[in-house]
T-cell receptor, first 114, second 112 residues
């Protein structure tokens, strides 16, 4: 069982470039989300989805787009990269149902924007 | 004021010590409480998950929730060098809000 898989592991972009961070899960989780982790800031929610075709914004959505065409995949798109988007990005998923199930995380994508 | 406060450490203890990690929070609507362990360059890994108040034990790990004080703890007994990691607390409100709030993490180092 792979769990939550993120690609790539590392990426360097120049300011203004665009890219897509990939996330796939094989646990049939309805809920998927993207976080960024910065020193001293903790994990901050970017976007989330409660099922295919349904997405919503989190705490820090500006500069990022998401879509959810399948249950398994939830890509995160950076439209025009900025140095402030240098961070570690984590995808996380969970079941929906009675009670809030705990999140399961991937191993992250380390992004540097120069 | 942050919704969840966690001392960043670092916390250094000798092998075999009992470790106490803590978080305080301000939102009385939080009902679900989690502890994650994060090794360097890895994603957070779920350690403990509790609902409402009380204690939960799993091997060397015990999670405590005191909702009256808005305070949660994670105890690690017989700590090992392999426990050296950053520990994150997380909380969420009642079902359906899809909102998880994380502490900034406490870095723990267990010395052999």
């Amino acid at each position: 069982n792979a769990g939550v898989t993120q690609t790539p592991k590392f990426q360097v972009l120049k300011t203004g470039q665009s890219m897509t961070l990939q996330c796939a899960q094989d646990m049939n989780h309805e809920y998927m989300s993207w976080y960024r982790q910065d020193p001293g800031m903790g994990l901050r929610l970017i976007h989330y989805s409660v099922g295919a075709g349904i997405t919503d914004q989190g705490e820090v959505p500006n500069g990022y787009n998401v879509s959810r065409s399948t249950t398994e995949d939830f890509p995160l798109r950076l439209l025009s990269a900025a140095p402030s988007q240098t961070s570690v990005y984590f995808c996380a998923s969970s079941y929906l149902g009675q009670g809030n199930s705990p999140l399961h995380f991937g191993n992250g994508t380390r992004l540097t924007v120069t | 004021q942050k919704e969840v406060e966690q001392d960043p450490g670092p916390l250094s203890v000798p092998e075999g010590a009992i470790v106490s990690l803590n978080c305080t929070y301000s939102n009385s609507a939080f009902q679900y409480f989690m502890w994650y362990r994060q090794y360097s360059r890895k994603g957070p890994e779920l350690l403990m998950y509790t609902y409402s108040s009380g204690n939960k034990e799993d091997g060397r790990f015990t999670a405590q929730v005191d909702k009256s004080s808005k305070y949660i703890s994670l105890f690690i007994r017989d700590s090992q060098p392999s426990d050296s990691a950053t520990y994150l607390c997380a909380m969420s409100e009642t079902s359906g809000t899809y909102k998880y709030i994380f502490g900034t993490g406490t870095r723990l180092k267990v010395l052999a």
